[in-house]
Each structure stands twice: as structure tokens, then as C-alpha cells.
């Protein structure tokens, strides 16, 4: 053990030594207005969802296509070729034939807007529920594929494993039985979309950039509330942040954080609700009523104790806040970022608000959307505060034995593959606008993924967790060669995409850092250890 | 300078005040690096307990690599479930094809940590570290803490007490990792290309603690550009007011020359002369501000406390003088030429000192808070009614509406049309919408 000698450096008395002034890497930082929505008076709450969907179909549909001509083309069962149909109501009976279009999940527990309406629920929003499945009674759930024309039901056994959810944009290959509904033999999914290089947006190559050292933090869920009980690991985080802890270049310390170029707060930092809830005040109501601001409503402490903690680290760190599910911005997805009225101290390092059309530079402090895509250190990134992850898992059959969706490992696992499945669907939010609150899109879909991330991350997830996915190279269905095509893939030959499942941090402490040369990920992890003291 | 110090201030405020002290209270305190303070806080721990043993306790910051299982597998241990699934395909063979394919590929996490434990704990919590990078002492305090959560009072304290030091300045000599690009406006907003008001200015600098120094800067500064400003102003109207078709606001009461003209007028002026002069300021620190971290530099705003409202309430009633004053002298140049002009109308051609009678009936109430200016006005409203006879009477009565700041200040009253002269046509324009008046330049 290290520890006779290690810390050395702090444990002795005071000593006369200079100390280095320590420098951060610069950060690169281009971040990307996707999901901004139009501001002001442009931005319309009146239209219909459907035009979303039509939208994606009609985005998705060419890539899925595309891949499926390459697989089914000339693909036959007993002397039948499959043929391809483009509408699903041209599916004939009995025929072999593919098709692509959109699923759409019917589920016993799904909230539904009608029944909303017809129960007069409309005013809150319904209780977020675990699953939309009904455990007792699996076969309620029908999966059906949609597109312009009409809806198709699927059935077969493959669908029992495969992971679908509404939004999705794929092709079915089979034959519609006697009962009129879809005998599903194979899925193709659009897969990645096309990867930029590093620094592609910049337009200059890696090589001329030359390598960098850095690490971009991720956290998310810091979950302040504004009590000094959720504080503790916050104030060890700055201190690491800001470099306090120690710079020491041992082997096995923390990397030093001058290397971290950027922090990227996933959603969730303020924890506690920010108005008392609805019971309380409904009780409230015999007083006298009051407009306006209301003290006694309302819980300030959460954000200005977020306000302080950024004001502490920005001085040192650039800061880029998405907002989640808790935090103060709208409810419906994209969030916009949190205004920076919010941040009295914190703003003096945002952006000086847009004057006219033209396009600026971002702050040091940047309140961006949730989702959020940018390029950081020439990566480009996709990320959410975690809603898409979660939605998504309620749709997926991951229960246990019990019939309960745990926490366990096999939920972690179930998440990264929702994340990867989201990437292959080219989707970031495949549930909205279904189950997801969404602002109703009318010209595009920006949910749809135009091109393929380099780190792609899920903020307030139960546990840490990364993985690597890459490109499926084209296979086919005789799948002797399979092998073969995975082997001589180096780095140029298709996308890879560093998956991020960033925890929260008020259960965790953990801290996320991916290195800027390599997407290779640390976690540093802030604790207290609970001695003799706690135990007793 | 603090090393002879530091014994005392711990005495102090540790052994005699039986405070916490972090090491980063200390650093603030005594302004040093946060290794010194570190070993500062050990120093004194080690001496005083040599002294008397357990007078003094210690909490430390572990940082190293923990052993894996129990305490921070759960991500390893998420990993390891999830490899095994990468052998075996979960389903058909055709998830290859169909389905997300778990071919991800996971790697070795290194996960570090920053423990922060207990003197009494120390042992027990080393033993959990495959490997210790160091540890230091991260808070001296005279008992064991029952909760450490009380830790972070001492740093909210320490925020409170040392808010004022300039992060930016000072975080070098406290050993904080300097952002060589930091970004930071001292100011509130840039100015609003429209004719919007300026938003009161005060409330950053009023805001934001943090910088002891800066809202120095914002006081000092006002006072040696009003005069500038002023000068601006001057020149600029003096040409604008000279133009024959003002109506130079007929002095309706003492009040309302200043609120209902001048007041408005210079306004916008200000904002039209500031624009410019801002717009170029603000275009050139952004520059500068790459190179220099703290840019102590003026920024455009505040050129806007100078515009009356939004000035600090301190300065503001000497600067409204000075500026009452100017514009008495430019409405005295006025008058002189306007008078003919005016003279048709017959109300304005009373002379400006002695109130006209008529005026007297339209009163105002104006309480200007916080660079705020609300009330309520008198104007006079034309109503009409059918009287008995079932003709429709119009008549003109007095009635009060309320104003705040942000409405162009209407014409203090109302003529009917038929009354109006032949003066009248250029007063209306000049008075009512003395926006559309300026625009037109």
C-alpha cells in the first residue's frame, strides 16, 4: 500500500514552495441549435402531431429501404422471391412481401389522451408509470406498423425478443396470415446515419489539430434541493473541479482535472420541487388569494444554490446545462435551456443575449436544450436528460420473474440497448410524440438523428455504464460470412459510437470523464465513508 | 505572509471559537494556495494534538483507486453481466440482422475516487483502497463531527464571507485551475437596438457579490461619463429642438415638463447617441476578452445608467438636476425662438412661467420607484351619451388613467378636434408620438 508515502505531499507542515499556476485545456465548443425552437410569437402550440410522424416515415423510410432491398432482395422461402410493397395496406394475404413504416404500440396501461379528456384529467399530468406493459396479461400489448395508408398488425414469434416501441421507422419481411395480421420473419432497422469525422464541422482534419489531452466531465442528476444534506459530494465535486483536491500525477489518482476541457450537466440538477405540490396547496386555498409571486409557494433555495455552485466553477470551467424532467424549463421535449434569469451570479458568463439574426459565439456558460446535440473537442454529441431512455424502457418487456422493473444490473444492460436501439432507429426520441410530451413539429423532425454521434448519452440513469457500438457491416442472411466482415474493420470503417449512461449524481457521486483522444471513460466518484459515526 | 499567522488564526477560531475550518476556509482567510493550507490544517492538527492529545480532530480527502466489489462495483459489476450477454445472442439468429445488436464493446472503467472520511475512520476507510494517490486533511474542527454535512456550512459561510473576491483575480493564488478563456460580461445586457427602455442596470451590479471591485467601477463611472453623455445629448438636441415645428411642449405644470417631454425626449436621444458608442465598445472587448481573463474593462452598459431612470439611486437625483438644469436652459433657447410659432394655439401662447389655468385642472400623480415612474394622470375624455331627448351629447370630462413607465408619455391631455387650431397638427405629432417624431431623421 502507497500510503506511507503517498499524500506526503500535504501531510507536513507548511513549506515555502512556489506553486505552479495551472492552466486548462481550451475547450473546443460548437454547439448546435437543432432542437431550438422558434421563439416568441412563431412558436405554435396549435398543430397536429401527425405530421411528425408523417415526417420521419418520410425521412427514415428511403434508409430502411435501402438496407432492406440489400438483404431481401432475391430472398425467397420455397421457391417464393420476397416482394417489396410500399404502402401497408397493399399487403396481400398470403404473399411473402416486406414493407416498411412505423410502429405503433398499442398497451393496456398506456396514457391514453382520450380517455384523459373523457375522465376530464386533462389539467395534471398522468403519473409517470413504470411500464405501459401489463405484466398479468402480455398478449394485450399489439404491435402494428402504420404508415400513410393505413395500420398493419404484426404478430410472430421474433417480435416476443425483439425491442420496439412507437416511433420506431422499420421493414418487416413476411406474410399476412389468415387472420389478417403481419407474420413477422425479419426486422431491418435504418442503422447508424452517417458519421462526420472529428473536427468535421470545424473543416480541418484531425491531423492538423494534432492530439489533444483532454476530458470532457459529464454529470447529471445532481439533484440539488437546497438542504445541506445533498451538498456534501457537491462541494467535494468542486473542489475536484476546480483543482483543489490535488494535482498529483500519480498513477492511480483521479486524472487532474486541468485536463477537463468541459462539464455537461445532464438534466436533473435541481432536485427538490421548486412549489409546493398540488395537495398542499389546494389545502392553502382558504386564505386569502394571493397573486403573483408567492414566498410561501414557492421553494427558491434549489436554484440558488445551483446558481452559487456554478458561479464557484465557472471562474475555472466552461459549463454547458441541459435541463431535465425536474428542472425549471418547459415540460415538453426539446426543453429549452434554462433561462439564465435563473442564474443571477452564473450569468454573468452566458452569452450576451442574440441581438438580430446573426449568429454568436457561445457563452462560457451555455444553457442549452435538452436534447442537446454539439461538437465538443470535435466529437460530435447527442444527448438527452434521460426521458427517451426511460419512456422507451417502459414500452420493453425487461421485467423480472416478479413481474417488477428493477434496478438491477439487467436493467442497466436494458438501457444501453435502448440507447443503442435509438441509434440504429436513427431516433433519439422515438417515443415522442406518443408518450413523451412534445412540441408539435410541423417541417421537420429534429428527433430524427441526421448524423451519427461520436458519444451519445443518457443523463439521470440508475447506474454508470458505457459500451461501444458499431456499424452492422452488411450482412447477409446466410450469415457464413458474418465473421469474416467483422474482422478487417479498423477505425475508418464505419461509425462507433461511445455509449454513455451517466447516473445521477445524488445517488452516485459519480462523475463521468471521456477522454477527447481516445473516448475512453473514467469515473470519478465522490463519496463519504460512513464510519464509525454513521454506524452507530 | 500567512505562514506565522495561520497558528493564530486556527487558535482562534478553532480551539477558541470552536469553529470547523476547511482548508479552503483558510485559504480564503489567510489567501493562500490550497496545498499551503492543506498542509497548514495538518500542521497545526499534528502540533495540537502532540500537545493534548484528541483536542483537535480531523476529517481527510482520500483519493486513489478503491477495491472493486461491495462499494463501487456496481458499474463493474453491470459490465461483467453484460459482456456474458455479448456471447450468447439473446434471440434468433436474425437479431443480428434485425434488431440492435448487443455487439457492443465495453471496456475497463477506471474508477477513482475522492473519499472524504473521518480522523477515526481513517485506517478503515485506507484499508478499502486498492491504491492511495494521497490523502490530505480536509477540515480541523475541535470534535468528532456527528454529521459532516455541517461541512458545508462552513463553505456556504465561506462564500458569504469572501463572495466579494473576484474568483477570476484571485484563483490563482487559492491554486484554482485557470480557464485561460473565460468569458464573463460585467455588465447586464448589451443594449436593445429598439427603441425599448434601457433595462435598469442597477440590479446587476447590485446582484452579483461576487466582485467587490467591479461595482466600484460602475459607481466611479457613471459620474465622470454623465458630463460626456450629457454634452451628447446637448449637441444633439439643440439642432432637433430648434426645428420650427416643435411645440416645445407647452408648460403645462412644472411637473410635466420634464415628464412628459423632456423626460421622454432626451430619452431616446440618449439611447440614439449611446447605441453607437456601445455598439462599438461591445463589438471590441470581445476581443480583448479572449486574451484577458478578467476583463475588468467598462462594458457597453454602462453607458446606461446615465439615462435617468436606470441610473443608481445615489447618483441619480444629483444627475436628474444637472440634467433639469441643461434642459431649462435649452427650453429658455427655445422659447425664444418657438414663441411665435406657438402663439396661435391659445393655450400655449401663455407665457411658460405662469401656469395656464386650464392645466391646473389636469393633474398628475407620479411616484417614481426604483427608476420606475407610475401614477395616475388626469386626461380629459370625450364621452358620449344620449340625453333625455335621445340626442347623443358629446361631452368632455376629466378622467384618470394610470401610467407606468414603459408607455410613451401621452399627450397630458386630449383636445377635441374641433377645438384644435392651426398650431395644433405640429404639436400632436411633436408631443404624442415624439417616437415617430425622431424616427423620421
Redesign the interface.
Known sequence: ???ST??S?????????E?D????E??HYNPLDTFQLPSGQDRHYQQQYGDMYFLRLAKLKPAVEEIAVD?WEGFSIAGENARRVERVLDVRQGELCWVAGTIYMDMPLKPNILDDLTKENYTLAPPPRPTYQDPANPESTQIMLEDESGRLRLTG??LR???LCTGAIIAVLGTENANGDFEV?????PDLPQQPRRWESEGVDSLQKGPSKGKIAFVSGLGITGT??D??A???LT????????N?S??????T??AITRLIIAGNSVGARMTVDANAETKKKSGPKKYGYDASAYNASPITRLD?FL??I?????VTLMPGESDPANFSLPQQGIHRAMF??AR??????A??EEKQ?P??FDSVTNPWEGDVEGWRLWGCSGQNVDDVLRYLNFADEEGNVGDG??D??AR??IM??M??WRCGVPTAPDTLWSYPFQTHDPFVMQACPHIFFAGNQP????????S?SP?K?N?AD?EMTGIDDDNTSGPRVR?LSIPRFKE?G?LVLVDTETL??????????A???EKQ | MA?AD?KKYLAENVLNERRTVT??SI?RALRV????A???L??FH?NENNKKPNSVNATY?I????KTPEL?S??N???D??DD?NGIP??????????????????E??????????E??LE???S??????????YSIQPT???D??????V?TEM?SNHGQED??EY??S?????????????GG??P??AAAPAPPKTIIPA??P?KSEEPIQPKTEPEEKAPEVEEATKREEAPASSKPTEKTAPPKQKGSIFSSFAKAKPKQKKEESATPASAVE?AEP?GAEDGDASDEDEEPEELFPDSGKSAPAGTRESRKEREEKLRKMMEEEDEDEEMPDAAPSPEESKPIDEPPPKQAELKEEITVRGGRRRGRRQVMKKKTVKDEEGYLVTVEEPSWESFSEDEPAPPPKKKPAVSAPKGKPAAKPGQGNIMSFFSKK
Open positions: 500500500m502507497a500510503s503517498a499524500g505531499e500535504f501531510l507536513r507542515p507548511p513549506s515555502n514552495q506553486f499556476t495551472v492552466c486548462r481550451p475547450s438483404t414469434s421474433l425478443n425483439a425491442q420473419i425479419d426486422i431491418k432497422v445541506s444534506s451538498t456534501l457537491l462541494e467535494l473542489d475536484y473541479l476546480l483543482g483543489y483536491t490535488g498529483t500519480a498513477e492511480d489518482a483521479p486524472p482535472a486541468s452559487s458561479a464557484e465557472l471562474p475555472s470551467i466552461p443571477p451570479q454573468a458568463y452566458c452569452a450576451p443575449p441581438a438580430g459565439e457563452g462560457w444490473a439487467g442497466v444492460e444501453m440497448r443503442e436501439a441509434l440504429r447506474r454508470f455504464k458505457t459500451a461501444t457500438i458499431e452492422d450482412l442472411l450469415g458474418t455509449l452516485t459519480e475512453e471513460v473514467e469515473v470519478v466518484k465522490f463519496s463519504t465513508f464510519g464509525q459515526q | 505562514i495561520y482548508y479552503r485559504g494556495h490550497s496545498t499551503l492543506k498542509q497548514m495538518y500542521d499534528h480527502i483519493t486513489g483507486v478503491q463501487t456496481a458499474a459489476e453491470a459490465q453481466s453484460f450477454s439473446p434471440s434468433s439468429p436474425y437479431v443480428n440482422s434485425s434488431m440492435p445488436n448487443q455487439d457492443a464493446v465495453t471496456d472503467i477506471a474508477i477513482s475516487s475522492v473519499l472524504l472520511v473521518r477515526e475512520d478503515d476507510a485506507k478499502t483502497f486498492q491504491s492511495i494517490a494521497s490523502i490530505h486533511v468528532v463531527l456527528q459532516l454535512n455541517v461541512l458545508t456550512d463553505a462564500v474568483p477570476l484563483g490563482k487559492w491554486g484554482m485551475i485557470q480557464g485561460n478563456n473565460v468569458r464573463r460580461r460585467t445586457r448589451p436593445v437596438p446582484k452579483r461576487i461591445s470581445s
